[in-house]
């Protein structure tokens, strides 16, 4: 079992930068593929971000540039750095943990493990 929390969600200006956090425990942390999802009002959830055990990354195009993930395998966490946010960009984030010693993985189904979400919302 993985257990994971969230932090750092709030309100932000369009333009501005905020970083989210996921703490993990429970089974080792730095073997598992890490993701970041999100999910808008009325919309799907949809992938953002993933990092892999060893530091391979992945981006959705709409965050590319703009996002940055990495993980802190000595505090069992991983970030999600968010620069030149949009209003577009407001919608409830998700941490997701995947199976260890994996390659990149962008689908929801495909991580067995979730946080319980922080709301990120862009002013403009």
């Known amino acids: 079992q993985v257990q994971l929390v969230e932090f750092g969600g709030g309100l932000v200006q369009a333009g501005g930068s905020h970083r989210l956090s996921c703490a993990a425990s429970?089974?080792?942390?730095?073997?598992?593929?890490m993701g970041w999802f999100r999910q808008a009002p009325g919309k799907e959830r949809e992938f953002v971000s993933a990092i892999t055990w060893d530091y391979s990354t992945a981006y959705a195009d709409s965050v590319k540039g703009r996002f940055t993930i990495s993980r802190d395998n000595a505090k069992n966490t991983v970030y999600l750095q968010m620069n030149s946010l949009k209003p577009e960009d407001t919608a409830v984030y998700y941490c997701?943990?995947?199976?260890?010693?994996?390659?990149?993985?962008?689908?929801?189904?495909?991580?067995?493990?979730w946080g319980q979400g922080t709301q990120v919302t862009v002013s403009s």
């Open positions: 997701a943990a995947g199976p260890p010693w994996s390659r990149l993985r962008v689908g929801a189904d495909q991580y067995d493990y």
């Open positions: 429970g089974r080792t942390f730095s073997s598992n593929a």
